[in-house]
């Protein structure tokens, strides 16, 4: 079974950095993009920012300029991550780490698969 896991979520002062990782399990054989997404208290879910296996990034106009992505490439296999040195109190949201097109070692093919999500609290 494929499963994301997040760490890095909390409660951050406005200003403040953050940290976001996702990490697939070990039986993953591939995955296309990976993408971080966030729902606010009230509001519909939101993409972020996402990452191709090539490297190329794509942010929210809301994020772009503050929030970096990195990561799914040979040296964070599987791996992405989500950070910002200058966050505000409308980056509170949870959290949630998609990975699309996964392959497994064991052959199967799966379209998207979701992590559990962290919450991220801007507030002085």
């Known amino acids: 079974q494929v499963q994301l896991v997040e760490s890095g979520g909390g409660l951050v002062q406005p200003g403040g950095s953050l940290r976001l990782s996702c990490a697939a399990s070990?039986?993953?054989?591939?995955?296309?993009?990976m993408a971080w997404h966030r729902q606010a208290p009230g509001k519909k879910r939101e993409m972020v920012a996402g990452?191709?296996?090539?490297?190329?990034?794509?942010?929210s106009d809301s994020v772009r300029g503050r929030f970096t992505i990195s990561g799914l490439d040979d040296k964070n296999k599987n791996t992405v991550v989500l950070e910002s040195d200058s966050l505000i109190p409308e980056d509170t949201a949870v959290y949630y780490c998609?990975?699309?097109?996964?392959?497994?070692?064991?052959?199967?093919?799966?379209?998207?698969?979701w992590g559990q999500g962290t919450r991220v609290t801007v507030s002085s």
């Open positions: 998609l990975a699309v097109r996964v392959e497994t070692m064991d052959g199967h093919s799966l379209n998207t698969v």
């Open positions: 070990e039986n993953i054989r591939s995955i296309e993009s």
């Open positions: 990452i191709t296996n090539g490297g190329s990034t794509v942010y």
